[in-house]
């Protein structure tokens, strides 16, 4: 056994204390000693400590004080009224952010090299792509990303001429007035919703909650999202789809970038924690 020779000492302070009568007082003696010393004499302290009095506070068994919560309390309300007057003496202004950053693009909306980056920005998030020429061959569209799916929810305002080849698959209609549950939509395998806009450059979709998007939480639970991108809504940068969704500032507001996945602090992927493992997305071009 390595035996450690401490030696006692008095502290600087104007408490003084007995050495300790066996090893295993000692360190409690030095940390008393060592509180005391750094309190030591209040007048050299500010006036929230030196205005302590020790009829406010309990004494712990090695003589600590152990402030109580009324005095805890009245502290914190000295402290922040300090910073408050501070603060008034010395108004902060807050700095104006940088707007330096790109909102525009040669591309127009929709163009085929905005589509072309968006759709690889898509695939390389490990999402499922089709485009397709018109409006006429969604449903066809929808129809294979749903072939292994059998149950299917939609919301009450989406184009119900979208699902005409889906009559073998049993569809349930979700609406603000009549919402599924939780449970309910766990046990639903898919969803179809249209979106507002998108961004190409970062492959983000972007739904703000109309009828034929529905609630955010259809677009969450199920296991596959089939998500319907007009052409003309893809957008080449973020602020340019924000100046969109900021015309109905009150509706809630989900931002998709490919199928959910995260990772730990071993950078092990897995899918589904947060949304839909499976992102099916029909670009239509318009």
């Given at each position: ?20 009568d066996?090893?295993?007082d ?49 502290a ?31 591309n ?14 898509l695939?390389?998030y ?27 929810v ?13 009559q ?11 919402p ?19 961004v ?16 955010r ?30 015309r ?9 970038a ?14 589904g924690?947060h949304?839909?493992?499976?992102l ?7």
């Amino acid at each position: 056994m390595i035996s450690h020779n401490i030696s006692r000492f008095q502290p600087t302070g104007t408490s003084h204390r007995a050495p300790a009568d066996n090893a295993d007082d000692v360190s409690d003696a030095r940390f008393v000693n060592r509180a005391e010393s750094t309190v030591g004499n209040v007048t050299d302290q500010p006036s929230l400590i030196s205005s302590h009095n020790c009829n406010c506070a309990t004494h712990g068994s090695h003589g600590v004080d152990v402030l109580s919560d009324e005095y805890t309390q009245s502290a914190k309300a000295a402290v922040l009224g300090s910073i408050r007057k501070a603060l008034v003496a010395n108004p902060i202004e807050a700095p104006e952010p940088s707007r330096g950053y790109i909102s525009s693009s040669d591309n127009a909306p929709g163009s085929d090299p905005v589509i072309e980056v968006f759709k690889n920005a898509l695939i390389d998030y490990k999402a499922q792509v089709q485009v397709v020429d018109s409006t006429r061959k969604i449903p066809g569209a929808i129809a294979k990303a749903l072939e292994d799916s059998s149950s299917i929810v939609v919301p009450e305002g989406l184009d119900k001429q979208w699902l005409q080849k889906l009559q073998k698959k049993q569809i349930h209609i979700d609406s603000l007035d009549k919402p599924l549950s939780h449970h309910a939509l766990d046990q639903i395998n898919a969803v179809v919703t249209s979106s507002r806009c998108a961004v190409s450059h970062t492959g983000t979709i972007m739904l703000d909650g109309t009828p034929d998007q529905g609630r955010r939480a259809i677009s969450l639970v199920p296991d596959t999202h089939v998500c319907v991108v007009f052409a003309s809504t893809v957008y080449p940068t973020v602020p340019q789809a924000v100046k969109v969704l900021s015309r109905h500032p009150l509706r809630a507001c989900t931002w998709i970038a490919g199928p959910s996945a995260t990772s730990d602090i071993e950078l092990i992927r897995v899918d589904g924690v947060h949304g839909p493992r499976n992102l099916h997305v029909i670009i239509v071009r318009d």
